[in-house]
């Protein structure tokens, strides 16, 4: 079998490089930065990268872009709705909430992914995606699984130790 059996195979792993090159340097931001001008300045870089993979496709692969409202919505809801507000509310949810915490909001994403590809695309949701999708969410909540069973055991443990020292002293 091949490495990469189609070109959004290699384009997924290349945004994977790209993602984890962000997740890494993001904690390198100067702390004088404001959200608003991190994210505005992620975005002018990579339209600076992404600009001449444009004209190449353009140009030389002969692909046009049929500039039609169907092509704008999706244009504006990728570039408004999933970079921008979706890069604030990271950058937010780091501030906020720690990168710990946030980052297993990150875990939640092929989840998310799955179901907008039922919904929008008309894909089938198969048992290999449900039996993903429950893995994420038994992943995602593990550690809050896991609280609640030490802190139960705790309890029951300060229980235990409440009634032998009251039978001790009767």
């Known amino acids: 079998s091949e490495l990469f059996s189609s070109t959004g195979d290699f384009i997924a792993l290349a945004a994977s490089l790209c993602w984890a090159i962000y997740v890494f340097t993001v904690k390198f931001k100067p702390t004088n930065l404001s959200f608003r001008s991190f994210a505005y300045s992620i975005f002018l870089i990579g339209t600076i990268l992404i600009f001449p993979l444009y004209l190449v496709d353009v140009f030389y692969l002969d692909h046009t872009f049929e500039l039609s409202m169907l092509n704008m ?22 501030l906020k909430i720690g990168p710990n915490t946030s980052a297993m909001l990150f875990y939640l994403a092929p989840l998310f992914t799955a179901i907008m590809a039922v919904m929008i695309l008309g894909e089938e949701l198969q048992y290999f995606h449900l039996i993903g999708m429950l893995s994420i969410l038994l992943g ?10 030490a802190y139960k055991n705790r309890a029951y443990a300060t229980v235990n130790k409440v009634n032998s020292e009251s039978s001790n002293s009767g």
């Open 140 to 149: 995602v909540n593990f550690p809050l699984i896991s609280r609640f069973f």
């Open 73 to 94: 919505s999706v244009i504006f809801c990728l570039g408004f709705g999933v970079s921008l507000i979706g890069m604030m509310s990271l950058n937010l949810s780091i």
